[in-house]
């Protein structure tokens, strides 16, 4: 398994911005799919976006598509997620994932980050 650690969440304005990053350690870690789901009050996990090992391959939820950006820096052994004009109902507990089989489209995680709070104000 790899381990993930989640970091820049915080609070936010409605149309502003935020990039969150997930550093993960590990010694295949740059040869798995990561991704980012997230967790509303009282709603379901939901799958936001997912980026191929090699960085070319992205995949995003309809609700987030053309807005956040996913993106990765093997180097550094960590992904990242851009969200730009963000909106309320984009508040939510944002989770980093892997998934060791190099699934994008049907991403699937295998291991989990701990989250990070994003909260957009109106």
């Known amino acids: 398994q790899v381990q993930l650690v989640e970091s820049g969440g915080g609070l936010v304005q409605a149309g502003g911005s935020l990039r969150l990053s997930c550093a993960a350690s590990?010694?295949?870690?740059?040869?798995?799919?990561m991704g980012w789901f997230r967790q509303a009050p009282g709603k379901a996990r939901e799958f936001v976006a997912a980026?191929?090992?090699?960085?070319?391959?992205?995949y995003y939820a309809d609700s987030v598509k053309g807005r956040f950006t996913i993106s990765r820096d093997n180097a550094k052994n960590t992904v990242y997620l851009g969200m730009n004009s963000l909106k309320p109902g984009d508040t939510a507990v944002y989770y980093c994932?892997?998934?060791?089989?190099?699934?994008?489209?049907?991403?699937?995680?295998?291991?989990w980050g701990q989250g990070t709070q994003v909260t957009v104000s109106s």
């Open positions: 994932a892997a998934d060791r089989n190099r699934r994008v489209v049907t991403f699937t995680p295998d291991s």
């Open positions: 590990g010694r295949t870690s740059s040869s798995y799919a």
């Open positions: 980026i191929s090992w090699s960085g070319t391959s992205t």
